[in-house]
């Protein structure tokens, strides 16, 4: 469970710097988060994260 709670860190992080308006670092946390939901965590995992699949 310690790579959720990263993902979640990072998360909060991510939304921190969309304060500053959408840059390079937040969109490469963005695809980096994505990446690390799509290939480690299963299915029903992914469910608890509908923010990193949201394009605000």
């Known amino acids: 469970m310690l790579v959720l709670g990263q993902l979640r860190l990072k998360l909060l992080f991510m ?3 969309g ?3 959408t840059d390079c670092i937040g ?3 963005k695809e980096e988060i994505m990446e690390q ?3 480690k965590a ?6 608890h ?5 949201q394009d605000d």
């Open 37 to 39: 939901l799509n290939r």
């Open 49 to 53: 994260f509908p923010m990193a699949e």
């Open 15 to 17: 939304n921190r710097v």
């Open 27 to 29: 969109f490469h946390l």
């Open 19 to 21: 304060e500053f308006g």
């Open 42 to 47: 299963p299915s029903d995992t992914r469910r």
